[in-house]
């Protein structure tokens, strides 16, 4: 059974900057679930994309997994493919030991391999498909574009980059207006005004965000031949790239 998130339910003397700790992984699933609209959309999504873009005796990436949603998903849509292997990187030690207990806890026979490093440390190859969700937004703003290149690199002609952002609009009247939106999903999944106005203090220095604009541009600049938005949800997006 996943925990209640309550974690800034009470006054805290200061905030710290937001990271994934022991604390945040026993209530991870109920805090990504009512903190980002279209997370569960998303994923139900993920096997129908990785079954269109997924090749036979290649690599699949889930980059940042956490505690291994989206590395199920991959999973279910790519095992009718013969000679696949999933590779699941965090650089979160507990949140790997927990994605570790849950992956063994299904059956499969697709190989999942999760290792816990740095993203931007890690060598892509042969990968078909590679899953970014909601994991790049974490990553320092000057060094996404080397992070999107080294992925390009390791990827197959024809396999898909499948990325989820929280985002900003580039007009900030209509960013703000998104972000109310976000708060009221907020507010409406239990939320308080204390809650929410201590999560944004606690994660405004670890997670920039990009505008749509700038992911497209990325994903140009790094060689991928087309690309797309293929959910939106107030300020959270899910885009394909196809190389
Ligand atoms: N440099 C890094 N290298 C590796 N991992 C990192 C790095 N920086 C952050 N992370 C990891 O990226 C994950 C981001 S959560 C992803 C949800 C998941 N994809 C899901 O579909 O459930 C999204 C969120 O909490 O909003 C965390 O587990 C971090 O430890
Ligand atoms: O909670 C928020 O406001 C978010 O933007 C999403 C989020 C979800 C989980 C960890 C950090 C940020």
């Not at 679930?33 to 690599?59: A, F, K, M």
Request: glycine share 4%; hydrophobic share 40%.
């Amino acid at each position: 059974m996943t925990q209640h998130d309550t974690i800034f339910s009470k006054p805290l003397p200061s905030i710290s900057d937001f990271c994934f700790d022991q604390q945040v992984v026993e209530v991870f699933p109920d805090m990504i679930n009512r903190s980002v609209p279209g997370y569960s959309s998303i994923l139900q999504t993920l096997p129908q994309l990785v079954t269109q873009y997924v090749q036979p005796n290649s690599h699949l990436y889930d980059l940042g997994c956490s505690l291994g949603a989206a590395t199920l998903a991959m999973r279910k849509g790519c095992e009718q493919t013969k000679n696949c292997k999933i590779i699941g990187i965090d650089n979160a030690q507990p949140m790997i030991e927990r994605a570790q207990l849950h992956l063994d806890g299904y059956r499969s026979d697709v190989p999942v391999e999760l290792i816990c490093q740095d993203l931007a440390a890690t060598k892509i190859e042969n990968a078909s498909v590679v899953v970014l969700n909601f994991t790049l937004q974490f990553i320092p703003e000057n060094k996404r574009d080397e992070v999107i290149q080294n992925i390009y690199n390791g990827m197959n002609k024809g396999g898909a980059l499948l990325i989820a952002e929280k985002i900003r609009h580039s007009d900030s009247q209509m960013n703000d207006v998104l972000i109310d939106l976000h708060h009221d999903f907020k507010r409406a999944n239990g939320y308080s005004e204390l809650e929410i106005s201590q999560k944004r203090a606690a994660i405004e220095n670890v997670m920039k965000v990009d505008t749509l604009e700038v992911h497209q541009q990325r994903f140009n600049k790094a060689g991928f031949r087309h690309s797309a938005v293929w959910f939106q949800c107030f300020n959270f997006a899910a885009m394909l790239a196809v190389k």
